[in-house]
T-cell receptor, first 112, second 114 residues
Framework: LAKTTQPISMDSYEGQEVNITCSHN???????ITWYQQFPSQGPRFIIQ???TKVTNEVASLFIPADRKSSTLSLPRVSLSDTAVYYC?????????????FGTGTLLAVQP | EAQVTQNPRYLITVTGKKLTVTCSQN?????MSWYRQDPGLGLRQIYY???????DKGDVPEGYKVSRKEKRNFPLILESPSPNQTSLYFC?????????????FGPGTRLTVL
């Protein structure tokens, strides 16, 4: 299982773009990169997933360089409600075994 | 509405008193899992199930049991709870058609064992 490393915490202000980088040096060929968001006392919520290059949805963008050893979650124009813990995950066999490894995540604090 | 439900949401019990936390999903997902979340340790998988009657241990299975008799339900059983099982528990489900690693989580069950 590929281990991920991401910053413990980040601070930002409303309206700014936030980029959270995750390193996964031992990512396997079949692994996808997935990001989850978790608010206090709630279950994690899927945000975005990618395999290579760039993925964008209505919530965020995910940038993955060619070597796939890292990835960057980009949140455009954050608001106070984006304050949460963000987890970067790298799946085993693309998630086929339903086994997810969550690290401790990055606590993003958005201030007015 | 597509969802994963857990009951109870909060539970305070005493050491050794058997308890069951129920989990149910209405999305016809074949995969279901249980996680516990503790401060500083993140989310850790307890058990998972690939389909009816198919279960396997996750990273921290000691002290827990599960069963998968129906596709929609995946109860977590603590036969003899101990204080170190005080935690926040999440049930999750997914399907191959959802894409890899895209799990839907329940609202959580906060368990306190005295």
């Amino acid at each position: 299982l590929a281990k991920t490393t991401q910053p413990i915490s980040m601070d930002s202000y409303e309206g700014q773009e936030v980029n959270i980088t995750c390193s996964h040096n031992n990512i396997a060929t079949n692994d996808y990169i997935t990001w989850y968001q978790q608010f206090p006392s709630q279950g994690p919520r899927f945000i975005i997933q990618g395999y290579k290059t760039k993925v964008t949805n209505e919530v965020a963008s995910l940038f993955i360089p060619a070597d796939r050893k890292s990835s960057t979650l980009s949140l455009p124009r954050v608001s106070l409600s984006d304050t949460a813990v963000y987890y970067c995950l790298v799946g085993e066999d693309g998630g086929a075994t339903n086994k997810l490894i969550f690290g401790t995540g990055t606590l993003l604090a958005v201030q007015p | 509405e597509a969802q994963v439900t857990q009951n109870p949401r909060y539970l305070i019990t005493v050491t050794g008193k058997k308890l069951t936390v129920t989990c149910s999903q209405n999305m016809n997902h074949e995969y279901m899992s249980w996680y516990r979340q503790d401060p500083g340790l993140g989310l850790r998988q307890i058990y998972y199930s690939m389909n009816v009657e198919v279960t396997d241990k996750g990273d921290v299975p000691e002290g827990y049991k599960v069963s998968r008799k129906e596709k929609r339900n995946f109860p977590l059983i603590l036969e003899s709870p101990s204080p170190n099982q005080t935690s926040l528990y999440f049930c999750a489900s997914t399907s191959r058609r959802e894409g890899p690693d895209t799990q839907y989580f329940g609202p959580g069950t906060r368990l306190t064992v005295l």
